[in-house]
């Protein structure tokens, strides 16, 4: 987000301050209600000086999207490479990291979750997220298979109900909130149980 | 919404039909941005026809957060009333209620649960819900305070938890699905967990 540097004179109107508020703004009023003039309008600049940063709208909510997706699946590939751990081990760490890269990318994740499939922009955004839906569930497949999780529930409901409670946090997760120790209350929950 | 009988000759454009599609729109283009002319519109009748079932916009969404916060409300009190029960087994029937309440009312509680506080009528709802969130959230620290769930976990963070996993279930849950099996699955994840 700083591959463009901040316009003289202008601060705030850089390229990071254009996605945050496009950001907001589609997470706010819909991606499909928000213009490119609306984000022009809240930064108080032209909308040609928002085509100076992106080419349109559909890249805004690509870059947006692409920077949750993107944590995501960095942190999935580096917990499947961790060949050596079991697959419990692996889907339990995949679900601590998904709570922290939620927690550091607080608004491109709320706004990833509540994207429609109304505009092909959106429908690519939602198929990249089912990408990484599906790994997580093939995740929770190996470690039912293993032996390591519950094989009485099926591992697709698991998956569903582990993840719901996680993309449930952007419902009222603060960022000055601690990420890890969220992150172990969540796995906790999900692998120990409540009950004592 | 079966106070008012259909109008005859006009098949589909009773009261609970007017009600269904609110609660379609309200969900799908947001309160707000919806109107009763709208409504209206998607029924193929006039304003005036949609004025005949309810006084206004506001009514609407009252009777549909209503249905959902009245049935959770009733499913909360049986369980409350059940003293010979220990605070853990009230806990663990209340969050099982709570999804057969959801999937019975589904398109109610998935407005519920979109609700923002933008009009009056709006922070109305969420106050009520509000209040039921409270409820479940003294029903968490009773079992704590009992022993029947972990004390390592903040009482109020364990209640965002559960209730975060069960409203989740709106994001996908389908009216065919068995209700009962669903309850079963998030109770034995969140009080069994999944580890074996």
Do not use: C
Not at 52 to 67: A, D, I, T
Not at 73 to 79: G, K, P, Q, T
């Amino acid at each position: 987000m700083t591959e463009s540097a901040p316009r003289r004179g202008r601060p705030g109107h850089d390229q990071a301050a254009v996605l945050r508020v496009a950001t907001e703004l589609f997470t706010r009023q819909g991606y499909d209600a928000t213009s490119v003039g609306d984000v022009a309008r809240e930064l108080g600049v032209s909308k040609s000086a928002i085509y100076h940063h992106v080419p349109s709208k559909e890249h805004l909510l690509e870059r947006v999207v692409g920077e949750a997706l993107d944590a995501l699946s960095e942190a999935l590939d580096d917990v499947s490479a961790r060949h050596a751990d079991t697959a419990g081990t692996r889907l339990r760490d995949a679900v601590r990291s998904s709570v922290v890269v939620l927690a550091a990318h607080l608004p491109a994740v709320t706004l990833l979750l509540r994207v429609h499939g109304n505009t092909p922009a959106e429908r690519a955004a939602l198929d990249r997220r089912r990408q990484v839906d599906q790994r997580l569930a093939a995740m929770v497949r190996e470690a039912v298979d293993e032996g390591a999780v519950r094989a009485d529930l099926d591992p697709l409901l698991i998956s569903r109900l582990l993840f719901g409670m996680v993309n449930s946090l952007t419902e009222w997760v603060r960022p000055d909130l601690d990420a890890d120790a969220l992150a172990d209350a969540v796995t906790t929950l999900a692998f120990d149980g409540l009950s004592t």
